[in-house]
């Protein structure tokens, strides 16, 4: 079966960095548009960035552009977020999602906090 699974959150201040992980299995990965999507408390899901199979579509939200860089290693199966300059405002749960071929995303991780306060 499909998993997702998040890891790398954590507590930062602003202006430093994390790196995000998404570990997928029971699906081939290299096929598939992968996407970051995250929710403020309180907030409905806004969605980050998204990279296709083979890495050759890149995009990010206006919000993260600049800061945020999208990477995949399809040999390890392995989705990555880094995220640099962090701001009190990237504070958020983040899920890594599968990308459904007709729209929208059929799968997802639990998701993992990240949380930047001074």
């Known amino acids: 079966q499909v998993q997702l699974v998040e890891s790398g959150g954590g507590l930062v201040q602003p202006g430093e960095s994390l790196r995000l992980s998404c570990a997928a299995s029971g699906f081939t990965f290299s096929r598939y548009y992968m996407s970051w999507v995250r929710q403020a408390p309180g907030k409905g899901l806004e969605w980050v960035s998204g990279?296709?199979?083979?890495?050759?579509?890149?995009k990010y939200a206006e919000s993260v552009k600049g800061r945020f860089t999208i990477s995949r290693d399809n040999a390890k199966n392995t989705l990555y977020l880094q995220m640099n300059s962090l701001k009190p405002e990237d504070t958020a749960v983040y899920y890594c999602?599968?990308?459904?071929?007709?729209?929208?995303?059929?799968?997802w991780g639990q998701g993992t906090q990240v949380t930047v306060s001074s």
């Open positions: 990279k296709s199979g083979e890495g050759g579509s890149t």
């Open positions: 999602a599968k990308d459904h071929e007709n729209g929208g995303y059929d799968y």
